[in-house]
């Protein structure tokens, strides 16, 4: 969820042309970022420790830095790593949508990465700008969900639906990071190309996620049917409840969240 406190500063969209920042990754190998405490005077002072990937901050909890444990090390850093993969897919150091970057940064988006689900509730949030939360508990860094992690090829997709079997030590947990990382990305791209990544129905992804539901409908409106479930008892593959392919049964998840969570989904 993103989170938006009340707004200190002036947005000008006009500017989003900036030249993007070099990037802190010594492509292609992992970094390790450089977690400082904020000035006093700063919007993030309620914050632990905060590193900047591509300007764009994360902001750690007290209990998320946890002075520097190295088991809660590992998952923060990792979501360095992954923001800044999503932000330079192809790792040669410069942003892939400069103008995408340049939202981030004049907005204030950042990360807010608290250690646990508790800690999410109770911990200080920063009182400027746009948050999207990442939780340790969540971060899963050596997740499955990553093909080079059981065995097949990152760049080789065809090499991905071979190679299922954890055996070889990964861990079989879905990793959130991913998913909460895209999610603070498209809130920025949706402000710059409404027509295309709107968090609506409007849009071109919307319209595509839609058409994804067929008439499984959705659980805001109360009309959901499981499209991965037969109503007849017979096998998923011979009936199902209805002809689409994605649909959400959360009643708290509407349509700009069906949207925003469609994108992530169409996109792993």
């Known amino acids: 969820e993103l989170r938006e406190a009340p707004l200190t500063y002036a947005y000008n969209p006009g500017a989003s042309n900036l030249s993007p920042p070099t990037s802190p990754v010594p492509a292609p190998d992992p970094f390790v970022p450089d977690w400082r405490a904020e000035p006093a005077d700063s919007w993030l002072r309620s914050c632990a420790r905060v590193a900047r990937v591509f300007d764009v901050p994360i902001c750690l909890t007290e209990a998320a830095w946890a002075s520097g444990s190295d088991a809660n090390a590992v998952k923060y850093n990792h979501i360095a790593n992954v923001l800044a993969q999503l ?63 059981r065995g097949a090829s990152n760049a080789d997709r065809s090499t991905w639906a071979g190679a299922i079997d954890a055996a070889n030590g990964c861990d079989d947990r879905r990793d959130a990071t991913t998913e909460e990382v895209l999610h603070l990305i498209t809130a920025a791209a949706l402000t710059l190309y409404p027509s295309i990544w709107g968090d ?69």
Do not use: K
């Open 200 to 268: 609506s129905f409007a849009s071109l992804a919307g319209q595509a996620i839609r058409a994804a539901n067929g008439d499984c409908g959705w659980g805001f409106a109360g009309n959901w049917r499981n499209p991965g479930a037969s109503a007849w008892g017979v096998p998923v593959h011979e009936g199902h409840q209805c002809s689409g392919q994605y649909a959400y049964d959360d009643p708290t998840c509407d349509e700009r969240c069906i949207v925003v969570e469609g994108i992530y989904w169409a996109s792993v």
């Open 87 to 149: 932000m330079d897919n192809d790792a040669n150091d410069v942003v892939d949508d400069g103008a995408v970057a340049a939202v981030l940064r004049q907005r204030s988006f950042f990360l807010f990465v608290p250690a646990t689900e508790s800690d999410s509730e109770q911990a200080p949030f920063p009182q400027s700008g746009h948050g999207q939360m990442s939780g340790l508990w969540e971060a899963i860094p050596n997740s499955c969900d990553v093909p080079s992690h």
